[in-house]
């Protein structure tokens, strides 16, 4: 069985790889095209970038099989996780309704609640977080493994049933697509730098899939606690991630591998690599005693969300802030400095390194005054 204090440092090091390369991705500077390892795949395939999403949702499962048997009684454990996951979901909202204001000409014109986009990346933490707590509270670990194979199953034929003949797995022709529109209306979803076709990468329906990442954290896990952090549970780890992994590759063949779209296969080949990493992490850190680099991944791992938020928030200040009329300091900064320094997409590479850079260092700072934010 395994002591508190050893069995968070490897998930908060997972978490806080995750937060760690969230930020760098989603700053990647301006004046030129991005690094490609930095960009997400644009429709079909697979790019580093892809896996940082489902790779928090898995370190949410992680989390969730450490914390289940805090509650005494189902009314506390439903109240709790309600709470968080309307908590992380309105920050999410109120995140993409900043600065509450825009520039119009001249002056300055309220952001209308009637053009706000209602989901995305912290609403489906909150979703996926609620449900896959649900599932793995009141059902057994079989019966987790056995839903979480009819929500893929499930989402599949949801797109080839209900989306356009032919267009089944196409950004306007998918039935998650037509479910986003219809339920949440054109101007509550996500527009591509503001352009006229609504598309939300973090929809509905594709919500669905994005469970099993949950759950397939959580399972992880509990076999950790059950097996220990061993030669035979990193095995197994390695092995099971593997499996996962040519499973999801042989599906992809006929359900493509699409982040955008969360296919199932997407979500297989995520939870397999999350798997193998997670193995590559109790080894390192738990068996082999190796801490070199593990401070700097921990102080993100410990205020995972403020950093997330802050992250965001601070990104859309500096876009906000006009040197003069039309240059924004983040476009300004990159001109003057990162381009002329380091021209082309290492100038973005740099650009997004340094700002995660900073972001670590106010998380650098509360972790040393010990100053632990949560929900």
């Known amino acids: 069985m395994l002591t508190k204090q050893e069995r968070f440092t490897a998930l908060d090091v997972f978490r806080g790889m ?4 969230m930020i760098i991705v989603n700053a990647p500077g301006s004046g030129a095209g991005v690094w490609t390892p930095l960009d997400h795949a644009y429709w079909f395939g697979f790019t580093p970038t892809d896996l940082v999403f489902p790779s928090f949702l898995f370190a949410v499962g992680n989390a969730l099989s450490f914390s289940k048997n805090k509650f005494h009684s189902d009314s506390a454990f439903i109240g709790k996780i309600f709470k968080r996951a309307v908590i992380i979901f309105m920050l999410g909202y109120l995140m993409y309704w900043f600065p509450f204001f ?3 000409e001249d002056t300055w014109a309220f952001n209308a609640l009637a053009n706000t986009r209602i989901m995305g990346v912290l609403q489906r933490i909150a979703l996926c977080y609620f449900f896959g707590a649900l599932i793995v509270h009141y059902c ?3 019966a987790a493994v056995i839903i979480s194979a009819l929500l893929l199953a499930g989402y599949w034929a949801f797109l080839f049933l209900l989306g ?3 267009k089944e797995f196409t950004m306007l022709g998918n039935a998650g697509t037509k479910l986003d529109i219809l339920i949440m209306g054109n101007a509550h979803l996500y527009h591509d730098k503001g352009g ?3 598309f939300d ?3 509905l ?3 669905l899939p994005a469970i099993v990442n949950v759950i397939g954290g959580y399972l992880a896990g509990i076999f950790i606690q059950k097996k220990g952090k061993n030669y035979e549970s990193v095995a197994k780890l390695f092995i099971c991630g593997g499996l996962l992994i040519i499973l999801a590759l042989f599906l992809g063949q006929f359900f493509p591998l699409a982040k955008k779209l969360w296919t199932s296969s997407f979500t297989l080949l995520t939870i397999g690599i999350d798997l193998a990493i997670l193995a590559l992490l109790v080894y390192a850190i738990e068996i082999e005693n190796i801490k070199f680099g593990t401070r700097f991944f921990l102080a993100f791992g410990k205020n995972p969300l403020v950093i997330y938020l802050l992250s965001e928030l601070l990104l859309t200040t500096l876009q906000l802030i006009w040197v003069r009329p039309q240059l924004s300091f983040y476009d300004w900064i990159n001109k003057v400095f990162y381009q002329r320094v380091f021209p082309g997409p290492l100038g973005t590479l740099m650009f997004a390194l340094c700002y995660m850079l900073l972001c670590w ?3 650098y700072l509360l972790d040393k005054k010990k100053i632990y934010i949560k929900i």
């Open 201 to 203: 990468p973090e929809g």
């Open 18 to 21: 995750t937060i760690c390369f």
């Open 140 to 142: 057994s670990q079989k």
């Open 205 to 207: 329906l594709s919500t």
């Open 102 to 104: 825009h520039r119009a």
């Open 164 to 166: 356009e003949p032919g």
């Open 196 to 198: 006229p076709i609504a």
């Open 361 to 363: 260092l106010v998380a």
